[in-house]
T-cell receptor
Framework: QKEVEQDPGPLSVPEGAIVSLNCTYS??????FMWYRQYSRKGPELLMY????GNKEDGRFTAQVDKSSKYISLFIRDSQPSDSATYLC??????????????FGQGTILTVHP | GAGVSQTPSNKVTEKGKYVELRCDPI?????LYWYRQSLGQGPEFLIY????????DSGLPNDRFFAVRPEGSVSTLKIQRTERGDSAVYLC????????????FGPGTRLTVL
């Protein structure tokens, strides 16, 4: 079993929809939780970053972390065709060199159609 | 400013050959990371440098893989006796080196082993 599980989709939604993306994990040492967006043939770019449990909002994006359930989510409101990409969750530990190592989910392919 | 650059963007080689992949991090970034992304998967950690030294090389799959960063800036990932299973996109990222700081990814090198 992988340390981080993410539904690969693909997910197809109409423009303006609310999108929910999720990951579960098994390593209780993870303290930092991130969402990256990756366009085709590009490197991942950081969207949201959360430390420990809680919610964080940035414009149309909201990240949630529930450490008790080992479950993280990314919500996208008023989705746009430009949001079409692969969304990757990533996590790292807090101690020593472990925070340098990101563990990624498989990625969810999202398509927002006009 | 300039982002992380990787060369070559594409590399096609034959089974058994030796390849070198180069990463130029963002200027001033002390931490440098290598990941490997297979088709339809999230990036998988390979090695992490803090300055010139490898702080964590636990992700290198076997002794055919080796990475260096002799002057604490540019890094080279070296793969000996390539195998078809090494075909993937090799991603490099850099960061300022703080706790859970943002990793900025390059566009990757697409390696194909025939």
């Amino acid at each position: 079993q992988k340390e981080v599980e993410q539904d690969p989709g693909p997910l197809s939604v109409p423009e303006g929809a609310i999108v929910s993306l999720n990951c579960t994990y098994s390593n209780s040492a993870f303290q930092y939780f991130m969402w990256y967006r990756q366009y085709s043939r590009k490197g991942p770019e950081l969207l949201m970053y959360t430390y420990s449990s809680g919610n964080k909002e940035d414009g149309r994006f909201t990240a949630q972390v529930d450490k008790s359930s080992k479950y993280i989510s990314l919500f996208i409101r008023d989705s746009q065709p430009s949001d079409s990409a692969t969304y990757l969750c990533a996590m790292s530990g807090a101690g020593g060199t472990s925070y340098g190592k990101l563990t990624f989910g498989q990625g969810t392919i999202l398509t927002v159609h006009p | 400013g300039a982002g992380v650059s990787q060369t070559p963007s594409n590399k096609v080689t034959e089974k058994g050959k030796y390849v070198e992949l180069r990463c130029d991090p963002i200027s001033g970034h002390t931490a440098l990371y290598w990941y490997r992304q297979s088709l339809g998967q999230g990036p998988e950690f390979l090695i992490y440098f803090q300055g010139t030294g490898a702080a964590d090389d636990s992700g290198l799959p076997n002794d055919r893989f080796f990475a260096v960063r002799p002057e604490g800036s540019v890094s080279t990932l070296k793969i000996q006796r390539t195998e078809r299973g090494d075909s993937a996109v090799y991603l490099c990222a850099s960061s300022t080196g703080g706790v859970a700081d943002t990793q900025y990814f390059g566009p990757g090198t697409r390696l194909t082993v025939l």
